[in-house]
């Protein structure tokens, strides 16, 4: 894979426009607080369908000419279609004798590629073997002029072995992150601790809570979480955005070296490297956000290396917007890693394409503002800025509880309800334990959405972190809950 380019590419362009249609997704199904399975299927099903319909309609153009019979029977298809979006269900009875016309010339033209493979496959294999055997008898004269010569196998080894080793490493680091649930601190305090509280409230809204980065930093990372949690009913998909992202860096990095002006070989030690990062080889399989942070940033650089070969390009100039946004919304680091690269294309559109360089300038910062506007749209309502910068009056008007005693906790506890998520989650306090050794049920009214049960909590100081065994009987994954430290019993 690492020596076509072409499929490389193809693979970073695609990883952006999912990552722009699933922002997309999310706010605008949370705006309405529909994020449900159903509606995220919907959503889904309904963008797989559109892109059906793109390739066919750009597989028809391509081969107009013969399926087509004339230029009336394309108008008649075309007057079909038409009629089928404006629900004119009249019109579109009328053209099915042009549609079943275009249907068998369709199919046609589909047989006879399918027909003219397996020749084609024996011209290739043909062709290789002669290629092959020519190869062998210039090396055979070669050596009886010149003596013996390095094979081409020993000459890749270094290569091949080098190409393994990524292989043993993604398949080792993408076994533990689908087999072994999220059990790091950072994981259970704040990455999937927001996760429960998105799917009770069906919305990405913010909510009370003490441990305040859950709500305020940069979310994309967590959007991946929760639609994956949501569509399969767990949290085994959890870990798996990270590895994806690091596989995608692996590509990333070598079409940079490419780009670079490396060979082959510079292009492997370039994914080498990044997947040998000892960092890098503990946060694949985990659910922090450093490798989806650094996947965009690489998609950033790529497609900026892109831009500058050819500036007048507008879909490198959409791509390379959409990869600044969604760079900005995954972690703040990226305002800083980012700022130099965005200098540097600043400065060359402006040296090479004058007047232009304005328009192109402002779209891609239209569409990094759009991306992020949602976000920072939230942040500004409860912090007073974008980023989500903390104050301690923003902090006591976030949090529900004050921080620092348990004075009146079960009293506290009794009242905030808000705090636990939503009415739905209940917290039932023993009233005969003493203050710091209180006992909790935790319930939840949506059937088969939560697998809780008798909890016991410790009160000891706040803030608190809930892990909770069992959700979908699956072990250490954790949702803050502000009110002690949870474990099943």
């Given at each position: ?73 394309q108008s008649a298809v075309h007057t079909g279609l038409a009629s089928i979006f404006r629900v004119d269900f009249r019109l ?369 100081s706040c803030p608190f972190d809930l892990y909770i065994n069992g959700y979908r009987e699956r072990e250490n994954v954790g ?11």
């Amino acid at each position: 894979m690492l020596y076509a380019e072409g499929l490389r590419r193809a693979l970073l362009t695609a990883a952006v426009a999912f990552g722009l249609l699933l922002v997309v997704i999310t706010e605008l199904l949370s705006a309405v607080r529909l994020l449900s399975f159903g509606w995220l299927l919907n959503a889904w099903l309904m963008a797989a369908l559109t892109m059906v319909v793109f390739i066919i309609h750009a597989w028809c153009r391509k081969h107009a000419a013969e399926i087509y019979d004339d230029e009336e029977h394309q108008s008649a298809v075309h007057t079909g279609l038409a009629s089928i979006f404006r629900v004119d269900f009249r019109l579109a009875i009328e053209a099915l004798p042009a549609f079943a016309i275009l249907l068998r010339n369709a199919a046609a033209v589909i047989a006879n590629r399918l027909r003219g493979l397996p020749r084609a496959w024996c011209l290739v294999l043909g062709a290789w073997l002669a290629d092959v055997n020519s190869q062998i008898v210039s090396r055979r004269v070669v050596a009886a002029d010149q003596g013996p010569r390095t094979k081409d196998l020993a000459k890749r080894l270094p290569a091949i072995v080098l190409l393994i080793g990524v292989l043993a490493v993604a398949v080792a680091t993408g076994i533990i992150a689908f087999t072994a649930p999220p059990n790091n601190y950072d994981s259970m305090h704040s990455h999937t601790a927001k996760i429960p509280y998105w799917i009770q409230n069906h919305s990405i809204a913010q909510y009370s809570t003490h441990a305040v980065e859950c709500i305020r930093y940069e979310p994309y990372a967590g959007f991946c979480i929760l639609q994956f949690q949501v569509l399969s009913g767990g949290d085994q998909f959890a870990n798996g955005v990270q590895w994806f992202s690091m596989l995608g860096c692996l590509i990333g990095v070598s079409l940079i070296a490419k780009c670079l002006g490396a060979q082959a070989r510079g292009q492997i030690v370039a994914a080498v490297l990044c997947a040998t990062l000892p960092m890098g080889i503990m946060q694949s399989t985990s659910t922090q956000v450093d490798y989806v942070t650094a996947f965009w940033l690489v998609c950033v650089v790529y497609h900026l290396l892109l831009l500058l070969a050819n500036p007048s390009s507008w879909p490198l100039t959409l791509l390379l917007g959409t990869s600044f946004g969604l760079a900005l919304l995954t972690k703040a680091t990226n305002y800083f890693f980012a700022f130099p690269f965005a200098i540097w294309l600043a400065w060359f559109l402006i040296r090479h394409m004058k007047g232009r360089a304005i328009l192109q300038m402002l779209v891609m910062a239209a569409i990094v503002l759009l991306v992020n506007a949602p976000h920072y749209a939230r942040n500004i309502a409860t912090f007073g800025h974008p980023l989500g910068l903390q104050t301690p009056s923003v902090v006591q008007k976030v949090t529900s509880i004050a921080l620092g005693t348990w004075d009146a906790t079960e009293t506290s506890l009794r009242l905030d309800d808000a705090h636990y998520g939503s009415a739905n989650m209940p917290l039932l306090v023993d009233d005969k334990a003493p203050v710091n050794q209180v006992s909790f049920k935790v319930t939840v009214d949506e059937a088969g959405l939560y697998d809780l049960s008798a909890v016991y909590a410790t009160a000891v100081s706040c803030p608190f972190d809930l892990y909770i065994n069992g959700y979908r009987e699956r072990e250490n994954v954790g949702s803050e809950i502000t009110g002690g430290l949870f474990d099943q019993r």
